[in-house]
């Protein structure tokens, strides 16, 4: 059974750094296509940032470009989030997500498109 588990969350002030790790187990990690989600209260899930299986290439929404770096360790069977210049809009549920094979760039994005979650870490960031 795949288990996926965040950590990492916390308070923080706006303009500094947290990095979020996800870790897997129950699946060969290397052949998922990994991305990181998050939802804030009264909003849907959105899609922060994304790492493909074999190359490698990354992908971000439009509000954490330039801001955020994803990153994976096979190895390790770890992904992460590094994330910079906080702000306040950045408070949410983050959660990882693993799809079930064959994901395509095009459904990248979609919630419905990862058939594995981790369980979410709160990032909150005051002013």
């Known amino acids: 059974q795949v288990q996926l588990v965040e950590s990492g969350g916390g308070l923080v002030q706006a303009g500094d750094s947290l990095r979020l790790s996800c870790t897997a187990s129950g699946t060969t990690f290397s052949a998922r296509h990994m991305t990181w989600f998050r939802q804030a209260p009264g909003k849907e899930r959105e899609f922060v940032a994304s790492i493909r299986r074999a190359s490698g290439h990354t992908y971000y929404g439009d509000s954490v470009k330039g801001r955020f770096t994803i990153s994976r360790d096979n190895a390790k069977t770890a992904m992460y989030l590094q994330m910079n210049s906080l702000q306040l809009g950045d408070t949410a549920i983050y959660y990882c997500?693993?799809?079930?094979?064959?994901?395509?760039?095009?459904?990248?994005?979609?919630?419905?498109?990862?058939?594995?979650w981790g369980q979410g870490t709160q990032v909150t960031v005051s002013s």
């Open positions: 997500a693993a799809d079930r094979g064959g994901l395509i760039l095009s459904a990248m994005a979609r919630p419905s498109s990862y058939a594995y």
